[in-house]
């Protein structure tokens, strides 16, 4: 069983997801992003258009598409600041 962290995925207004997770990918200005549990702390720009992927224990994944903002990682912690983030289907997911 792979080692989980805690995420944050805050939009400008409100907290839009919030939970552990075993992996976060993210597109930032300086490529793609893979982030697991012990990741050395990071911050860094999310590129225009973006997604957020955050997959779970079991193999759950949940996406959103994010505009504008950062990815902060510290510690055994995630937390992405966006602009707006909204939902993906698992049909549109890459």
Known sequence: MAKQFHV???AV???V????????????TEGELGVLAGHA???GQL???GQV?????????VSYEVA????????ER???LAESATPVSAAQSR
């Open 8 to 10: 944050e995925l805050v």
């Open 17 to 28: 997801w919030s939970g552990e997770a075993e992996m976060v990918v993210a597109r930032t």
């Open 41 to 43: 702390p990071l911050l």
């Open 68 to 75: 504008g903002g950062f990815l902060s990682v510290t510690g």
């Open 47 to 49: 590129a225009e258009p």
């Open 13 to 15: 207004e409100e907290k």
């Open 53 to 61: 992927r955050i997959k779970l224990a079991g193999g759950e994944q």
């Open 78 to 80: 995630v937390t992405v």
